[in-house]
């Protein structure tokens, strides 16, 4: 049945758990909306989407997600606005960088139309559990899964692909403490770092855990080779600014193309804020920040939207960042989000308004 005259097949919820959510002390990531979207691939092609409600699901405990990880995932974010009305920012760049993803992972691409039908239908059905106000959003997980049954090494001939949505605020409520990798990597040349593979993440669990243990709650990854040069933190990119100045390492096959990282360097180059987009090493921060030229680090992504660092640790010692007046991150993160929520105009065609 399919009431809605889309081309997904359509079983609506028929109660809602959203009684069950203190939309003011979320934890990220513990509650889910109503409805989900499920499609499997199979015979060599994508079957009609499914709207239905969120719920467990049964799997062969042989399939082939669960023995090689060939799993891929995105972040999106939908905002209310104060009239509520629903925005999607930037959906495109999800969907591109999940397709971009899946290649790598020899996951077979997803259908452009499928993916934004699936997103309205999910927005319009569960927009009572998107939130107005600022920080306030619905957390979008798009992610693909191996669900072939055998543990033969080699691609699955099958796979699910799915989207979830939660509600949220910033994932990290106050400044993130972080360390510089020394030991441990989170990407290669040539390998995944790239893509928003499922294993990129838990690999960093163990290293992570062992930052946390001693205060951080993340780490900056270095490059592999020589541990030189800075590249990424475990759920965001990141940003120092020198003096005035704003440095970014550059993307590659080992960092990952934030979507909140290109919209930070357009806006900021708007402005006129010098950008550099360029290989940092660990010794020139070092260097700013004897020096009191190291003015902020932040993180973005979009689970983290744009969040302080107020310092870090190397080899043993920690460098407090000063606090500064009107720092970027705040003035950017405001910039950013007054798009988002459709406070301010929108110059670069970002925002993607959602029928509810
Ligand atoms: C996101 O920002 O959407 C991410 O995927 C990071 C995640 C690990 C929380």
């Given amino acids: 049945m ?66 090689y990880g060939q799993a891929v995932f995105e972040g999106m974010k939908a905002f209310k606005d104060d009239d509520g009305k629903v925005w999607l920012f930037r959906p495109e760049q999800n969907f591109e960088r999940i397709n971009k993803s899946s290649k790598r992972m020899a996951i077979p691409e997803f259908p452009k139309e499928y993916f934004f039908e699936a997103l309205k239908t999910l927005l319009k059905f569960d927009s009572k559990w998107i939130k107005s106000g600022d920080g306030n959003s619905l957390y979008i997980r798009p992610f693909v899964i191996a669900t072939e049954a055998g543990v033969s090494a080699s691609p699955s001939n099958a796979y699910r692909f799915m989207i979830i949505c939660c509600p949220a605020k910033a994932y990290y409520s106050s400044p993130v403490k972080v360390t510089i990798a020394q030991e441990y990597s989170r990407s290669a040349d040539g390998g995944v770092g790239y893509a928003k593979a499922a294993g990129n993440y838990g690999a960093q669990f163990y290293p992570t855990n062992l930052a946390k243990e001693k205060g951080y709650q993340q780490v900056i990854w270095t490059d592999a080779n020589s541990h030189e040069y800075l590249e990424e933190a475990g759920t965001m990119n990141v940003f120092f600014r020198i003096n005035d100045k704003l440095i970014t390492a550059p993307i590659s096959d080992r960092i990952l193309d934030g979507i909140t990282r290109k ?94």
């Avoid at 989407?49 to 082939?64: D, V």
């Avoid at 357009?266 to 010098?274: H, Q, R």
């Avoid at 190291?294 to 302080?308: D, P, R, S």
């Avoid at 080899?315 to 929520?341: C, M, R, W």
């Fill in 2 to 67: 399919n009431p809605e005259n889309t081309s997904l097949e359509i079983t609506k919820a028929t109660s809602s758990a959203i009684g069950e959510v203190d939309f003011d002390n979320l934890t990220f990531g513990k509650y889910y909306a109503d409805h989900m979207m499920v499609c499997d691939y199979k015979d060599g092609k994508w079957q009609t989407p499914k709207i239905m409600p969120y719920g467990p699901m049964e799997m062969q405990p042989s399939a082939k997600v669960f023995h």
């Fill in 263 to 356: 919209s930070i360097i357009a806006l900021a180059e708007k402005e006129g804020v010098e950008v550099e987009v360029r290989r940092i090493k660990v010794a020139e921060i070092l260097e700013a920040a004897k020096n009191n030229e190291l003015k902020e680090m932040f993180g973005a992504g979009t689970a983290a939207t744009v969040a302080q660092i107020s310092g870090f640790e190397f080899d043993g010692t920690y460098h407090e960042l000063p606090q500064v007046e009107n720092p970027y991150s705040v003035h950017f993160k405001k910039a950013l989000q007054d798009i988002q929520y459709n406070r301010a105009e929108d110059p670069f065609g970002w925002r993607y308004a959602v029928d509810i």
